[in-house]
């Protein structure tokens, strides 16, 4: 079997582009900057902020959780949702390296 177009670049290039998916549709988007507003909260507590039925913010949870852009912890019957900064500081190394590569150029 051939190789898959992903083979043809650099892990680090397809760690970045796998967070870059998760991070493509504007409810996850919403999902984070709650998060960032809050310390920890419940699964029902984001379905209360989003226009979005529980199943459907429970999906994008998911998505967010898979690229460990979330983390999350049960509580007794509920999940306690959480930003992972590890994550968030490679996201942050990425755009920071390419500001400082535009920061030296010209155009």
């Known amino acids: 079997m ?3 177009k992903t ?3 650099t892990t680090e290039q397809n ?5 870059f998916k998760a991070l493509s ?4 988007i919403a999902i984070i900057e709650y998060l960032l507003k809050v310390d920890t909260c419940i699964c029902g507590d984001i ?3 989003l226009p979005l039925a529980q199943p459907t913010v429970s ?5 967010l959780k898979n690229a460990n852009i979330i983390k999350g912890n049960i509580e007794g019957t ?3 949702y959480c930003l992972n900064l590890d994550t ?3 996201i942050e190394h990425y755009f920071g390296t390419i500001t400082s590569h535009l920061s030296s150029k010209c155009c």
Not at 15 to 19: G, N
Not at 25 to 28: G, I, T
Not at 59 to 63: I, S
């Open 2 to 4: 051939g190789a898959s």
């Open 15 to 19: 760690e970045v582009a796998s967070l």
């Open 88 to 90: 968030l500081k490679k």
């Open 59 to 63: 999906q994008h949870l998911k998505e």
């Open 25 to 28: 549709h504007p409810a996850r």
């Open 78 to 80: 509920a999940i306690c």
């Open 47 to 49: 379905v209360n902020e």
């Open 7 to 9: 083979d043809f670049f």
